[in-house]
């Protein structure tokens, strides 16, 4: 079954105003979302540039855009790396930019990416193959105190330090290579209802640590800002709460009137975050914690 992109209508809403306009994908994933884009914005000479870390992902998204090939640019970048690679070798600036935070569901199902703790696999994690941390590598070699504070900082997990106590006393006597064994260790720690959910947790805060995503993510915002035309869009789903909390506090930083000498600042247009609605969430269980927010450029003439 192939990745339901999230917020679809919503995104469009909000990212869309220039039909003719250049809009930049900066998680393209399977192409989802921008071929949904390019179905408004095609007919009318619009177009994408479409970026991401993994190969593979860019694979597939050429497949699903085919239709389209003319008015697709596909990169591989991440977020931090886009300014300096791609979007400062551009002339022009863009009329929009969008940032899906979540992960391909396709990805999740795939066991040898080591992203799900319900499919054994090994602990990989990584979204590019060309990354070299791996999440086996986190829990077997980091001191305890460094990995109990990578679970609580990347996750809010209640029970870091237990779970990281666990780990370090289990890798003494064996490595961590699976996802089950990684499970089973958290599961010997938290009981009850608690479990699956400090078990994704844990997942979460190693996804994020391989990937150095919040890192990405504070890198990607200010290189978007600063190539969005004026009347531009900025558009971010997030789906936990220290993503949305970056995102939040990029968008008011940004803002009048701490903006307000430099001529340029973002008129944010979702004063709270959107959510999917309860059809969305039935038929898409994944997008029950999305939460959209967008924001508009306004450049100030000087004349």
């Known amino acids: 079954m192939p990745h339901i992109p999230v917020m679809t209508t919503e995104v469009l809403e909000y990212l869309l ?10 998680t393209l994933g399977d192409g989802m979302h921008s071929k949904a884009i390019l179905r408004i914005i095609g007919p009318h000479g619009g177009s994408i540039l479409g970026l991401d870390r993994d190969p593979r992902a860019l694979d597939s998204a050429r497949s699903n855009l085919s239709n389209h090939i003319n008015q ?3 990169a591989l970048s991440t977020f931090g790396e886009m300014e300096s690679k791609i979007l400062d070798k ?3 600036p863009y009329s929009g930019f969008l940032f899906d935070l979540g ?15 319900m ?34 900082r990347n996750s809010d997990e209640r029970f870091s330090r237990k779970i990281a106590k666990a780990i370090a006393g289990y890798r003494q006597k064996n490595s961590i290579q699976t996802t089950y064994q990684l499970r089973d260790i958290i ?23 391989v990937n150095n995503e919040l890192e990405e993510l504070k890198n990607g915002l200010p290189a978007a800002f600063m190539h969005l035309q004026s009347g531009g869009r900025l558009v971010v789903i997030s789906y936990h709460s220290i993503e949305d909390r970056i995102v939040k506090g990029f968008l008011r930083d940004n803002r009048l009137p701490r903006r307000a000498a430099e001529g340029k600042y973002l008129k944010i247009l979702t004063p709270k975050p959107v959510r999917p609605t309860a059809d969305e ?8 914690s999305a939460r959209l927010r967008a924001a508009e450029m306004v450049i100030v003439s000087n004349g």
């Open 90 to 92: 551009k002339e022009k």
């Open 187 to 209: 599961y010997g720690v938290v009981k009850g209802y608690q479990r699956l959910k400090s078990v994704a947790r844990c997942f979460q805060a190693l996804r994020i640590a």
């Open 119 to 152: 499919i054994d696999g090994p602990l990989d994690m990584r979204m590019s193959p060309h990354d070299r941390l791996t999440a086996a590598r986190i829990v077997n070699d980091f001191p305890e105190k460094q990995l109990a504070d990578l679970l609580f």
């Open 17 to 26: 105003w220039d039909y003719a306009g250049k809009y930049v994908d900066c």
């Open 72 to 74: 697709v640019e596909l």
């Open 281 to 288: 969430q039935s038929v898409n269980p994944a997008a029950r």
């Open 103 to 117: 992960l391909n569901s396709s990805r999740l199902k795939n066991a040898d990416d080591g992203f799900s703790y």
